[in-house]
């Protein structure tokens, strides 16, 4: 069942298309695309290059606004955010591999909003597997998957990108 | 009375107190100063704050004077979102009498989660984690002439950025070892990551009965302390600690171990000095070399907070669950 480099690739590719579109029908000018460690930021790089974004590739940690810190603390050696433009009034594309509670964009949007006040945010991300429990929703997605809760599925990298689903 | 061990990690190798760089792998002070990164972007926001301690209470528990100390585990708390109570003993419940346990049940009562000690007798730190309620860490923030681990941790930090392959590194702690708890910190953390050299430079007077059971290479004289050194650690001369005919005169001191850019030409060109702070202009460290192109002391100030930051959210934070799927 899992998704291969090859399906990968094509699935980005629509991805990238996808989000052009979508940037032209909602006329969000010179976005910045701003990924979530560690697989948002590989899809994002992609996307990035893809769409031909002059300013730089932007990145969230988002360890330090995780709801769950006091539950599961710190994880360590993840790389500091990095967001190396001024966001106040520019449209941000914010990007991750795997869309499913909602938490990580919760804490993502918080982050953002530290660094300033953005025209505006949309979402995309390569699956979206359903499982929500805020209401966060894609605005340009991948593939959409109906997995259980027990099935985990993970974006492997940086190259080749592949997606693998495991059984818990 | 036997005690049993006491140990500031927990069962799982975690730190759940900060007393003492001794004890800890290099696993542990890689991962602190790892996450120190993190933290040091963080100070360049526009916001400069996150919100991983919100509704933690952090207590400063100040027995000796200090303001740079107090004042960077104030904002790094500050910053990590915590609630943070500055409570200077000097003038304080102590004054009138009451016992340290009795300040303590008190300020338990309050529901903290941490305090940071800095005490003038060595072991008040490790007293005082003994003796605190299961659910309070305790960081210390300088003890005696024991351990200062956090100052060690920030000049590791300083110089893994300028000299990251501690492997090829001399390390030079030039000044009064036997009074300094920064120096024991710094020769135990410099020793555990590895560095290929450490040096201790102060005269007789100033070094401990054995200082080889430092474990770092005594040197007598400075020129031969500091040759080809790749970076310098100075310490304060402590006027407050010194009893007794330890020192000539303060100005056979500078003439014979004060830091001039002269006596600083031996070591490696692309030498960094450092120094913890607070500065004897003149005593230990010349004006020309405190404010030259090589010193670092400045960075030291600014690596406080994100060091104190990455320790206060490790040891709040043990993980006490499973990770949480995104």
């Known amino acids: 069942m899992n998704i291969n480099p090859a399906e990968t690739t094509a699935l980005l590719k629509s991805l990238a298309t996808e989000l052009g579109a979508k940037l032209g029908e909602l006329a969000r000018k010179d976005p910045l695309i701003v990924g979530i460690h560690t697989g948002g930021v590989w899809v994002a790089g992609h996307l990035h290059q893809a769409l031909g974004i002059v300013e730089p590739l932007g990145a969230l940690n988002i360890n330090f606004y995780r709801d769950d810190f006091s539950q599961s603390g710190l994880h360590p050696q993840v790389s500091a955010s990095e967001l190396p433009f001024a966001i106040d009034d520019r449209h941000i594309v914010l990007v991750d591999d795997v869309l499913h509670t909602g938490r990580t964009v919760r804490a993502a949007l918080n982050e953002i909003f530290d660094y300033g006040r953005p025209a505006s945010v949309l979402l995309v991300t390569l699956v979206d597997r359903g499982g929500r429990e805020l209401p966060i929703q894609v605005d340009v997605v991948g593939r959409k998957l109906s997995l259980t809760p027990g099935q985990q599925i993970k974006l492997t990298g940086p190259e080749p990108l592949a997606l693998e689903f495991q059984d818990c | ?326």
Request: aromatic letters at 4%; charged letters at 25%; one cysteine or more.
């Open chain 2, 1 to 326: 009375m036997v005690r049993p061990q006491f140990s500031q990690l927990d069962e799982a190798g975690r730190l759940r107190h900060f007393l003492t760089t001794e004890g800890l792998c290099r696993e542990t002070l890689t991962d602190i100063l790892d996450t120190a990164e993190s933290f040091a972007a963080v100070g360049k926001r526009a916001v400069k704050k996150v919100p991983l301690l919100r509704g933690k209470t952090v207590v400063n528990l100040f027995f000796e004077p200090s303001t740079r100390t107090l004042t960077t585990f104030e904002l790094a708390a500050k910053r990590l979102s915590a609630d943070v109570m500055n409570i200077n003993l000097r003038r304080s419940a102590t004054v009138k009498g009451e016992s340290l346990l009795d300040t303590l049940r008190t300020l338990e009562a309050m529901h903290c989660d941490m305090f940071v000690v800095r005490h003038a007798s060595s072991g008040a730190a490790h007293f005082i984690a003994r003796n605190v309620a299961p659910h309070i860490s305790v960081m210390n923030g300088g003890d005696g002439r024991h351990a200062h681990p956090s100052q060690a941790l920030i000049d590791v930090f300083t110089l893994r950025r300028h000299k990251p392959d501690f492997s090829k590194l001399r390390v030079a702690i030039v000044g009064d070892i036997a009074h300094s708890r920064v120096a024991r910190s710094q020769i135990n953390t410099l020793l555990t990551l590895g560095v290929r050299e450490v040096r201790i430079v102060a005269p007789r007077t100033l070094l401990p009965p054995v200082p080889e059971a430092l474990g770092a290479k005594v040197c007598l004289s400075l020129e031969e302390g500091l040759r080809d050194v790749d970076a310098v650690m100075m310490l304060r001369i402590q006027h407050e600690r010194i009893q007794g005919p330890l020192l000539p005169s303060i100005h056979e001191y500078f003439q014979c171990y004060g830091l001039t850019e002269k006596k600083l030409a031996v070591a490696r060109p692309d030498a960094i000095v450092m120094h913890p702070g607070p500065l004897n202009r003149g005593v230990e460290i010349d004006s020309e070399v405190a404010d030259g192109p090589r010193s670092v002391i400045l960075q030291q100030v600014s690596h406080g907070i994100a060091i104190r930051m990455a320790v206060m959210s490790m040891i709040l934070g043990r993980r006490n669950g499973v990770e949480e799927p995104g």
